[in-house]
């Protein structure tokens, strides 16, 4: 797992770079010995991305009762870093500007202030035509996108969902928004097309804000084997846990959206592989959208005579 951070080496110019991952944090034995309410408090302060995913995944895991509140703080946790990177993070690496002022939208009002008065259509074409002859600042950013990443550019090849295998086991598979929304017919239709590329991504997260902006409620459940398995705005997270008769814990694995996206072969892997003209911006750019919840460092590319 990338709990450690991410590495990108750059090999050679005009060769995209490798991603490699740094070691698993040992989650379990920071949390071993411990109560689970003890456990279940210290879990999203040792990793303080998606702190309330990770608080309601280990109370599930742990067996614990949901604490007041916790649905509405899963929406609106969800709902901010989806317009978190339409607002901040993607206009920066697109020339566009910041629109801090979207974080304090809600509701509809938040919907037609990202994506402009009509909901996002189901067809590539009259998608198309949209981004071409609107102004709004997420649709500014999913025009930007399409610009810049052509069909087959950056793309991922059909990956298992996340959840539908054993998601401990360290194998590549789609865990992203993309993949809970990948039924929608524009991301049929942009897959298709495009491929399952930057695009796919971001329009995946538009339709997902744009849902959570119409009151839609993410899952969050505990499975029959004792999974925990809760939605993130990057995909989902997955947590399984044992204790023992005092209430201590003696088992607690954890698997994350990057860990998924980072595994060999994974959707990040393939992505820079398959990346035409990997410049430093254009590298940028896709981890951007790719959005690992890792810091990622970059090895200099050695220097040529």
Do not use: K
């Given at each position: 797992?990338?709990?450690t951070?991410?590495?990108?080496h750059w ?10 991952s740094g070691?698993a944090?040992p989650i379990g ?6 109560p ?10 040792i990793f303080n991305?998606?702190a309330?995913t ?5 109370r599930?895991a ?7 509140g916790?649905?509405q ?15 901040l ?8 500007s910041?629109?801090?002022e979207l ?7 938040l919907?037609?202030?990202?994506f402009?008065?009509?909901p996002?259509p189901?067809t590539l ?5 949209l981004?071409r ?12 996108i399409e610009?810049q990443?052509g069909p087959?550019?950056a793309?991922?090849a059909p990956?298992p969902l996340?959840?539908t ?6 194998a590549?598979c789609e ?6 929304r990948g039924?929608h017919p524009?991301l049929?239709?942009i897959?298709?097309f495009?491929?399952?590329g930057?695009?796919?991504r971001?329009?995946a ?10 009151g ?12 925990a398995?809760?939605?993130a705005?990057r995909?989902?997270?997955?947590c399984?846990?044992?204790?023992d008769?005092?209430g201590r ?9 990057t ?8 959707p990040?892997h ?7 003209t990997p410049?430093r ?11 690992p919840c890792?810091?990622?460092a ?8």
């Amino acid at each position: 797992m990338a709990g450690t951070g991410l590495q990108l080496h750059w090999t050679e110019t005009g060769a995209p770079p490798r991603l490699i991952s740094g070691a698993a944090m040992p989650i379990g034995a920071y949390l071993s010995g411990r109560p689970a309410e003890e456990a279940a408090v210290l879990l999203p302060r040792i990793f303080n991305v998606c702190a309330v995913t990770q608080r309601v995944a280990a109370r599930l895991a742990l067996d614990l009762p949901p604490l007041p509140g916790e649905t509405q703080a899963l929406h609106a946790e969800i709902l901010r870093e989806h317009v978190l990177v339409f607002a901040l993070r993607w206009p920066g690496h697109l020339g566009l500007s910041a629109r801090p002022e979207l974080l304090h939208l809600a509701g509809e009002g938040l919907r037609a202030a990202l994506f402009g008065p009509d909901p996002l259509p189901h067809t590539l074409t009259s998608f198309l035509d949209l981004l071409r002859n609107a102004d709004a600042p997420g649709l500014a950013v999913l025009r930007r996108i399409e610009a810049q990443f052509g069909p087959g550019d950056a793309v991922c090849a059909p990956l298992p969902l996340a959840g539908t295998g054993d998601p401990f086991n360290g194998a590549a598979c789609e865990n992203s928004a993309a993949g809970r929304r990948g039924d929608h017919p524009l991301l049929s239709d942009i897959e298709g097309f495009y491929g399952r590329g930057p695009l796919w991504r971001t329009t995946a997260r538009a339709l997902e804000a744009e849902a959570l902006a119409q009151g839609w409620q993410p899952r969050a459940r505990r499975r029959a084997d004792g999974t925990a398995e809760v939605a993130a705005a990057r995909g989902t997270y997955f947590c399984r846990a044992r204790c023992d008769a005092q209430g201590r814990v003696t088992e607690f694995a954890r698997a994350t959206p990057t860990d998924h996206g980072t595994a060999a072969e994974g959707p990040m892997h393939q992505a820079l592989a398959r990346l035409n003209t990997p410049t430093r911006a254009r590298v940028g750019l896709l981890l951007a959208i790719l959005d690992p919840c890792a810091p990622v460092a970059e090895q200099p590319e050695p220097a040529h005579a």
